[in-house]
């Protein structure tokens, strides 16, 4: 191991870094910790290269970046411009998270799988999966990560349903993933929805209740509701912070968002902790977030091929 030491310089598009991130960075193992604030994605190359340039090239892993923010598509866009900047053997490690949200996404979908395996055998494969909130930085991603391990995902909008379609155009785009989109704007178009969905994730607003027991006996297929919401009330009737494979009205399983949240820290935690000690350069992105959170969370689906 170089006795050179981890720097990590982490990038925020907003006001301020994350407070969440710094602290996350110091319980990983970095002393060194660098923030840089109102950055904008031209200048993604300029800060890359003098991070990159300023040690050895012996020494290049030790230096890693960290973006956050709270806009997706941004941040990803700007580790693209950072990946574009590095040549060998000049690489630094780069790692997305933006608002934490990657990680989050990757707990919520694998403790989601965790407990599909064990109510229906087939995992997410083929199964119907309902993301409320997607237009949110969670929402989104966790309908990513869904899809690409097969589940048949839409995307819904409490307000107008240009505003999904336009993300998952662009996660198309990206990923090449196929999403749907829906709008539930009131009770009748939530009903409306609910008969088709085997899983739904409530990715919301902090107390706000998407999914009321009204509306979730409307919900005959559903196998798994999983809420990412803390605050009081939950994201979905009944399911609480602390809940783990809660058996819910109707037969379905509550996962409540202190059980995702447990797993999000965990599987962050663990990513800072190699990045900081790698001797070779990492690219780390939600699909990474996703195969340790599988391990993490024992995932049976995430055992084998999928």
Excluded: W
């Excluded at 009748?188 to 929805?193: G, I, N, Y």
């Amino acid at each position: 191991m170089s006795d050179i030491a981890p720097i990590l310089h982490i990038i925020s598009p907003l006001r301020h870094v994350s407070p969440f991130d710094v602290n996350m960075a110091v319980d990983a193992g970095y002393t060194t910790i660098l923030p840089y604030q109102n950055v904008k994605l031209d200048e993604m190359m300029d800060l890359t290269q003098d991070m990159m340039f300023s040690r050895a090239p012996s020494h290049a892993s030790r230096t890693g970046m960290f973006i956050g923010g709270k806009d997706a598509s941004l941040a990803l866009d700007m580790a693209k411009e950072a990946r574009g900047a590095l040549f060998p053997p000049f690489q630094i490690s780069i790692f997305v998270d933006p608002a934490g949200s990657f990680t989050t996404a990757a707990a919520m979908i694998a403790e989601v799988e965790k407990k599909l395996v064990a109510k229906r055998g087939a995992g997410l494969k083929g199964a119907n999966l309902q993301v409320y909130g997607a237009t949110g930085v969670v929402g989104g991603i966790a309908g990513v990560i869904a899809a690409q391990a097969g589940a048949n995902v839409t995307l819904v909008s409490h307000r107008d349903v240009e505003t999904v379609q336009l993300k998952a155009a662009d996660f198309k785009v990206r990923f090449g993933v196929d999403l749907a989109s829906a709008a539930a704007r009131n009770d009748e178009e939530k009903r409306t929805l609910l008969p088709h969905a085997e899983v739904v994730l409530a990715c919301g607003k902090a107390g706000v209740q998407i999914l009321t027991a009204e509306h979730l006996a409307s919900a005959s297929r559903l196998a798994v509701a999983a809420d990412v919401n803390a605050v009081p009330p939950s994201g979905i009737a009944g399911v609480d912070a602390l809940d783990d494979g809660k058996l819910l009205s109707g037969g379905a399983l509550g996962i409540g968002a202190l059980t995702i949240g447990h797993l999000k820290y965990r599987v962050q935690h663990e990513l800072l902790k190699r990045m900081r000690s790698t001797e070779t350069a990492l690219n780390i992105g939600f699909e990474d977030a996703f195969a340790l959170a599988r391990t993490l969370s024992g995932s049976l689906a995430g055992q084998g091929d999928t």
